[in-house]
């Protein structure tokens, strides 16, 4: 179930360098989706390579850690159009989508805040 919902979150990254994502391209420089798209895509693909194995723990550790800090910058990017931040007028209508967003941020986040916290109680980093 975890490679799966990796895969998926590298699926979005491709899916992101192809059609683009409204949100961060209106609220961030000429390129700047296109690097996160590649950068979650890496990032999906090391957390899907480091959930296969117990002993792999630390690798899909920073691979979360690091997809959840992707997906915020977008949730944050996009609760910040639907307040009108970016040259855009306030459209609270997004705001669902903005909260959708963050919800899904939440499902490599959870995962990365327990490694963490394991791997402190293990006395590891």
Do not use: Q
Not at 28 to 40: A, H, Q
Not at 62 to 68: E, K, P, T
Not at 84 to 98: L, Q, T, V, Y
């Amino acid at each position: 179930m975890l490679t799966t919902k990796y895969i998926f979150f590298a699926i979005l990254g491709l899916l992101s360098v192809i059609g683009g994502i409204e949100t961060l391209n209106i609220l961030t420089f000429e390129g700047y989706t296109t690097y996160w798209s590649g950068l979650l895509i890496i990032a999906a693909a090391i957390a899907a390579i480091g959930s296969k194995k117990e002993e792999w723990e630390s690798v899909e550790k920073w691979g979360a850690v690091f997809s959840a800090s992707l997906l915020g910058s977008w949730s944050v990017a996009a609760l910040l159009r639907a307040c009108g931040i970016g040259g855009e007028e306030a459209d609270f209508g997004r705001a669902a989508g903005a909260f959708t967003v963050l919800v899904i941020t939440l499902l490599p986040a959870t995962r990365a805040i327990f490694l963490l916290r394991r791997a402190r109680t293990r006395g590891h980093r």
